[in-house]
């Protein structure tokens, strides 16, 4: 399985931005999806999971701001970023598995490369 995330960049604080991860392979195996986030010397962080059914859940930071989504005929997860502040700088990530207790513990089965979200004051 591999997972290409795409759509980061630089925005203003207040701005938006769309993440894409394009999911390849086996993909069989990876019913269960989300996103995590890792700012420079802190922990990864739960941005937001979804299951193949649709329900979501997200991080207590993101909520109301960030949307996740999935395209389950082109395999593809989004996460739409809304009203965005200076502290969601950090490299995004998503992830993928079979379990989504496994996705939701940060122990997903496969990773994507990251893609830099930088958010300017």
């Known amino acids: 399985v591999q997972l290409q995330a795409s759509g980061g960049g630089l925005v203003q604080a207040g701005g938006s931005l769309r993440l894409s991860c394009t999911s390849s392979?086996?993909?069989?195996?990876?019913?269960?999806m989300g996103w995590y986030r890792q700012a420079p010397g802190k922990q990864r962080e739960l941005v937001a999971t979804?299951?193949?059914?649709?329900?979501?859940k997200y991080g207590d930071s993101v909520t109301g701001r960030f949307t996740i989504s999935r395209d389950n005929t082109k395999n593809i997860l989004y996460l739409q970023m809304n009203s965005l502040k200076p502290e969601d700088t950090a490299v995004y990530y998503c992830?993928?598995?079979?379990?989504?207790?496994?996705?939701?513990?940060?122990?997903?089965?496969?990773w994507g490369q990251g893609t830099q979200v930088t958010v300017s004051s």
């Open positions: 992830a993928a598995g079979l379990s989504i207790i496994l996705v939701r513990a940060a122990r997903p089965g496969y």
């Open positions: 392979g086996s993909i069989d195996s990876i019913n269960e």
């Open positions: 979804i299951t193949t059914g649709g329900v979501t």
